[in-house]
């Protein structure tokens, strides 16, 4: 059992629509990232998120992290084919641990 | 341009061949990260080390050890490869501190034993 659960596992969607990927656990983080992977590629930082309920944008991309601080989520509005990847969250279960723990994964598709 | 190389793309290797998958950073780093990566597992960490000659236990250290010579490399190493070790290995570098700094990723190397 994984200790960050994503949802969906895939998505295939139009480009121009909206939506939500998922992170969820029962267990609390110190920080939450999410990481963005291409083809042939490592996963790529794209934020991190330190505050239960704090919400940061990354223009067309919205991050939450939940008040508890367990969950987080991830909108893209207008989603465009370049936002095709994996997206996976990664969280520490302890502030300073060197350590991530990464979830399962949500592969992207946006189809022109 | 911050850099993470693995020596390897693609491998293929037979049962029972020692295997060692090499990783270089030139960030000066303190953590190094060893994950292999299956599809709807996600990223498993293998091991890390946060400092030359340390080395900590992740998530699935079974049948892997590890390396750390230098500050710049870290090695992971397959003693004796088996069918269930095929996978994508990605290695990782980052500051002390865990969750508040970035983990920079090489680009991988996938493994198939044979």
């Known amino acids: 059992t994984q200790l960050l659960e994503q949802s969906p596992q895939f998505l295939s969607i139009q480009e121009g629509e909206n939506l939500t990927v998922y992170c969820n656990s029962s267990?609390?983080?110190?920080?939450l990232q999410w990481y963005r992977q291409e083809p042939g590629e490592g996963p790529v930082l794209l934020v991190t998120?330190?505050?239960?309920?704090e919400v940061k944008k990354l223009k067309r991309l919205t991050f939450q992290f939940g008040d508890a601080r367990k969950d987080s989520s991830l909108h893209i509005t207008a989603a465009q084919p370049g936002d095709t990847g994996l997206y996976l969250c990664a969280g520490d279960l302890r502030a300073g641990a060197n350590n991530l723990f990464f979830g399962t994964g949500t592969r992207l598709t946006v189809i022109p | 341009d911050v850099k993470v190389t693995q020596s390897s793309r693609y491998l293929v290797k037979r049962t029972g061949e020692k295997v060692f998958l090499e990783c270089v950073q030139d960030m000066d780093h303190e953590n190094m990260f060893w994950y292999r990566q299956d599809p709807g597992l996600g990223l498993r960490l293998i091991y890390f080390s946060y400092d030359v000659k340390m080395k900590e236990k992740g998530d699935i250290p079974e049948g892997y050890s590890v390396s750390r010579e230098k500050k710049e490399r870290f090695s992971l190493i397959l003693e004796s490869a088996s069918t269930n070790q095929t996978s994508m290995y990605l290695c990782a570098s980052s500051l002390l501190g865990g969750g508040l700094y970035e983990q920079y990723f090489g680009p991988g190397t996938r493994l198939t034993v044979t």
């Open positions: 267990s609390v983080f110190s920080s």
């Open positions: 998120v330190v505050t239960g309920g």
